[in-house]
């Protein structure tokens, strides 16, 4: 909208390619490993933007760090991983529409956020449980 109608005001699209382009510092191995596989199972997904690194980042570096942290109370770890999974969910959100599909993709949202879940849990770490996400662009 920002770039078609050149507008002052706008509704921001996550999915941009102009306003979110990809630099090579974002171009990170575990990234076009995770790509890979997402498009073998999306088969729509046709491109991604530095808003799609970031958030994914984001969001396996906080689901990884769950469970790591000591609570005084079982009510403050309930509390703390409320917030935690809702955080998830928005970035998992900004994930998804942050993608351009060819197509409506077959999968609903809620089929997409569980096949990156997947690929975050199976695919980004290496043999001894190591996360493999170079953390230099946050």
Same mark, same amino acid.
């Given at each position: 909208e920002?770039?078609?109608?050149?507008?002052?005001?706008?509704q921001?699209?996550?999915?941009? $390619?102009?306003?979110?382009?990809?630099?090579?510092e974002y !171009?990170q @191995?575990w990234?076009?490993?995770?790509?890979k +596989?997402?498009? %073998?199972v999306i088969?729509?997904?046709e491109?991604y933007?530095?808003?799609?690194v970031?958030? $994914?980042m984001?969001?396996?570096?906080?689901?990884?760090? !769950?469970? @790591?942290?000591?609570?005084p109370?079982r009510? +403050?770890r309930? %509390?703390?991983?409320e917030k935690i999974k809702?955080?998830?969910?928005?970035l998992?959100?900004?994930?998804?529409?942050?993608?351009r599909?060819r197509?409506?993709?077959?999968?609903?949202?809620?089929?997409?956020?569980?096949?990156?879940?997947?690929?975050?849990?199976h695919?980004?770490?290496?043999?001894?449980?190591n996360?493999?996400i170079d953390?230099?662009?946050?």
């Amino acid at each position: 909208e920002k770039h078609i109608e050149r507008k002052d005001e706008y509704q921001e699209d996550p999915s941009c $390619l102009k306003c979110f382009g990809m630099r090579k510092e974002y !171009e990170q @191995e575990w990234f076009k490993i995770f790509w890979k +596989v997402f498009q %073998k199972v999306i088969l729509e997904a046709e491109s991604y933007n530095r808003n799609t690194v970031i958030k $994914l980042m984001e969001y396996i570096t906080l689901t990884r760090k !769950e469970g @790591e942290e000591k609570y005084p109370s079982r009510k +403050v770890r309930v %509390k703390n991983r409320e917030k935690i999974k809702e955080k998830s969910e928005g970035l998992l959100d900004t994930v998804i529409i942050s993608i351009r599909y060819r197509n409506k993709p077959d999968y609903m949202k809620m089929g997409i956020k569980s096949i990156i879940k997947v690929i975050s849990e199976h695919y980004m770490f290496d043999e001894e449980d190591n996360l493999l996400i170079d953390n230099k662009i946050s």
